[in-house]
Structures are given as structure tokens and as C-alpha cells.
């Protein structure tokens, strides 16, 4: 079901990167955002908005560059924890069939902590704030999180291949490798 519903978010996303500039949308006053049902504020952030939210914002913030030439940025948010996993979301924007003519650039970022103090700090965290760990104690929460975590870096394989373009950002920031970002 996990993949399914990536696939789904993959394809929507490439749907939306693909569309004519909407910048007209995003005017509150022309005739085409009143009848989409924008209202006053120009943001796009409304809830009658006809794109979803985070294709919104990214768009804003692609059509603000200045003196640039990106059109549209969209990140994919998923657990893209296996070469085969990475490989297919490349495929997936790459392909010369399936995306002919629209050239769609690929950045994976993986964040990488081993710091236990940085590591116990965000563990509170989740616990204290997602519904997953309600009624529990502070020990159960994070013995079912560790337990969680440690099942995760079972499947878990790093980005190696120098091929690809990434980011990987160690303990928050401590240390920061790029890879073929340009």
C-alpha cells in the first residue's frame, strides 16, 4: 500500500510539473482565480485552492526566483530507503518515454544521525507529539520507537553511488556532502 500510494504522489507531482505556468492563478484578481475559486490573499493557501497545498507553495516560491531559470520545484517526500527504491524514483522522472521532452531534474537527500544526545532529543520529541505514542509512558513510547527505528535500519542502505545527485546532511548539519549539484 506504501508504495502504491508513493507511486501516486509521484505521478500527481510530475502531472503538476508538467502544466503550463499557472502564475495567473496565483492572482487573486484576475477572472481565472475567481472562477477556481481563490479568494482574496493570494497565497494559494486557501482550502477551495484547485492545486493542493504543498504544489502550491513550491510554485510560489519557483515563480519568486529572481533572475532564474527554474519554472516549478517540487520534492517528493518519501522513504526512499533502497537502491531499488532511489532507482525507481529515478526512472520514474528521468525516463526519456514517460517524460519526453520535459527534462526533470533528481535530488536525493538523506540525513544521517549517529549523535545519541541528537538522537534521544528528537525521540522525546516524536513521542510528545504524534497521536502513535498516546497512552503510553515516556519508556514505552520510545522503547516502540528505537524498535521501530532499528527495523528501518535493517532495510536501510546509504546513498553510494557517486552517479547520482544528493545531498547528505549529517547531525542536523554538523557536516553537510554534496554530490553533483550544480
Known amino acids: 500500500l506504501r508504495q502504491e500510494v508513493a507511486a501516486l504522489a509521484l505521478k500527481d507531482m510530475l502531472k503538476w510539473l508538467d502544466r503550463p505556468d499557472d502564475q495567473q492563478m496565483m492572482n487573486t484578481n484576475s477572472p481565472t482565480a475567481t472562477s477556481a475559486g481563490i479568494t482574496s490573499g493570494g497565497s494559494g493557501s486557501e482550502p477551495s485552492s484547485p492545486r493542493p497545498a504543498y504544489h502550491r507553495s513550491m510554485s ?17 517526500d518519501a522513504t526512499n530507503s533502497t537502491v531499488a527504491r532511489r ?17 526533470t531534474g533528481v535530488v536525493f537527500v538523506e540525513s544521517i544521525c549517529d549523535d545519541q544526545e541528537l538522537l534521544d532529543e528528537n525521540f522525546r520529541f516524536k513521542i510528545q507529539n504524534s497521536p502513535d505514542f498516546q497512552g503510553m509512558t515516556e519508556e ?35 557536516k553537510v556532502m554534496v554530490n553533483h549539484i550544480y
Open 140 to 174: 514505552e513510547a520510545i522503547a516502540d520507537l528505537r524498535k521501530r527505528v532499528s527495523k528501518y535500519e535493517e532495510q536501510y542502505e546509504t546513498i553510494e553511488d557517486d552517479a547520482l545527485s544528493y545531498i547528505k546532511i549529517f547531525n542536523l548539519s554538523s
Open 60 to 76: 510560489t516560491t519557483a515563480n519568486s526566483v529572481q533572475n532564474s531559470s527554474i519554472d516549478r520545484v517540487a520534492i517528493f
Open 87 to 103: 532507482q525507481w524514483v529515478l526512472e520514474e522522472c528521468t525516463s526519456p518515454i514517460k517524460r519526453a521532452n520535459k527534462p
